[in-house]
């Protein structure tokens, strides 16, 4: 990307914003309406503690649309009347936007462990585990509510005494959730998303983090859910089973989740909204599971359940 000369890239950022909540399907009908002229196209959820408070949509643009018809188009899919006061836009500066991430992305510490970016260069503190996860990963860098939440989970079941044979996390992304328990319990554990590139991204976080490969190590396969043929090797199911997904997939596999969760196995859930925990959580009672423990972080949820039986 280059610059114009005047400290900008010659794009501009048009935003939209919405006060009032929609069906993600609408909104993405909205968003769409620029897909020929857009380089990139963005949108989010605006949440309050939890409550539901509308969208803001974003879009880089070599020229701004012609904004009556813009307008006019946006009010007719969304059923609101969207005005020009719903607008934004401003020209995108010139910005190394690596070296950015990089500073949006300093070292922290979870329990035991020591979260960093390839960029950090300093001495990992004395009696931490170092979790080394890319910045700019589009998998989960350990930053978000529900992988810190997951964190916490683990954390809080390790020192609780618990001690998993065989662990499954489902959805693994970045691999970070994996490579985590396994640093935790040194137990086999097997990573299963159904994007390749997010297996590349774990295989290669598994690698960086020198964590064994194989059976006994960690495992990373693509698949779709359950179905992934690693998953459904494994005859005797899962004494952990870590999954942070989405809440509406989580209600979906709750029955395959019990199905492959051991007596006496733990579940450890998030992606989800504490708005919507309700539905979640019913999901896997009725399928067995019992005992939930709550782990809140920001407006997002993560529960621990068990399996009894």
Same mark, same amino acid.
């Given at each position: @990307?280059?610059?114009?000369?005047?400290?900008?890239?010659?794009?501009?950022?048009? *935003?939209?914003?919405?006060?009032?909540?929609? %069906?993600?399907?609408?909104?993405?009908? &909205?968003?769409?309406?620029?897909?020929?002229?857009?380089?990139?196209?963005?949108?989010?959820?605006?949440?309050?503690?939890?409550?539901?408070?509308?969208?803001?949509? @974003?879009?880089?643009?070599?020229?701004?649309?012609?904004? #009556?018809?813009?307008?006019?188009?946006?009010?007719?899919? !969304?059923?609101?009347?969207?005005?020009?006061? /719903?607008?934004?836009?401003?020209?995108?500066?010139?910005?190394?936007?690596? =070296?950015?991430?990089?500073?949006? $992305?300093?070292?922290?510490?979870?329990?035991?462990?020591?979260?960093?970016?390839? /960029?950090?260069?300093?001495?990992?503190?004395?009696?931490? &585990?170092?979790?080394?996860?890319?910045?700019?990963?589009?998998?989960?860098?350990?930053?978000?509510?529900?992988?810190?939440?997951?964190?916490?989970?683990?954390?809080?079941?390790?020192?609780?005494? $618990?001690?998993?044979?065989?662990?499954?996390? @489902?959805?693994?992304?970045?691999?970070?959730?994996?490579?985590?328990? *396994?640093?935790?319990?040194?137990? #086999?554990?097997? +990573?299963?998303?159904?994007?390749?590139?997010?297996?590349?991204? +774990?295989?290669? /976080?598994?690698?960086?983090?020198?964590?064994? !490969?194989?059976?006994?190590?960690?495992?990373?396969?693509?698949?779709?859910? *359950?179905?992934?043929?690693?998953?459904?090797?494994?005859?005797?199911?899962?004494?952990?089973?870590?999954?942070?997904?989405?809440?509406?997939?989580?209600?979906? &596999?709750?029955? %395959?989740?019990?199905?492959?969760?051991?007596?006496?196995?733990?579940?450890?859930?998030?992606?989800?909204?504490?708005?919507? =925990?309700?539905?979640?959580?019913?999901?896997?009672?009725?399928?067995?599971?019992?005992?939930?423990?709550?782990? #809140?972080?920001? =407006?997002?949820?993560?529960?621990?359940?068990?399996?009894? !039986?």
């Amino acid at each position: @990307m280059t610059s114009d000369g005047t400290g900008n890239t010659g794009l501009i950022s048009l *935003y939209c914003r919405v006060p009032t909540p929609l %069906e993600d399907h609408i909104v993405m009908d &909205m968003a769409s309406l620029l897909d020929e002229e857009a380089i990139s196209t963005s949108w989010e959820k605006d949440t309050e503690l939890g409550v539901d408070k509308g969208w803001t949509l @974003m879009w880089v643009l070599e020229n701004l649309p012609a904004i #009556p018809n813009f307008l006019k188009s946006l009010s007719k899919i !969304s059923g609101l009347k969207i005005t020009e006061d /719903h607008l934004a836009w401003q020209n995108v500066p010139d910005v190394n936007w690596l =070296e950015e991430s990089y500073k949006s $992305f300093p070292p922290f510490r979870v329990g035991p462990f020591f979260v960093h970016g390839s /960029h950090f260069d300093g001495k990992i503190p004395k009696g931490l &585990m170092p979790l080394q996860i890319d910045a700019a990963t589009a998998f989960g860098s350990g930053e978000h509510g529900t992988t810190r939440g997951c964190l916490d989970a683990l954390i809080k079941l390790h020192k609780s005494g $618990f001690k998993p044979k065989t662990i499954l996390d @489902m959805g693994s992304g970045s691999g970070i959730l994996a490579i985590a328990a *396994y640093k935790l319990w040194k137990k #086999p554990v097997l +990573a299963v998303d159904i994007d390749k590139e997010a297996t590349k991204v +774990a295989v290669r /976080h598994r690698t960086i983090n020198k964590v064994p !490969s194989g059976p006994k190590g960690m495992q990373c396969a693509t698949g779709n859910g *359950y179905k992934a043929k690693p998953v459904t090797a494994q005859k005797s199911g899962f004494d952990l089973i870590i999954a942070n997904i989405l809440a509406g997939p989580l209600v979906d &596999m709750a029955p %395959e989740l019990s199905a492959n969760l051991r007596k006496n196995g733990k579940a450890v859930l998030s992606g989800l909204l504490i708005e919507q =925990e309700n539905p979640v959580l019913h999901a896997h009672l009725d399928n067995g599971l019992c005992r939930p423990s709550r782990l #809140p972080r920001n =407006e997002w949820q993560t529960l621990i359940l068990n399996k009894l !039986s």
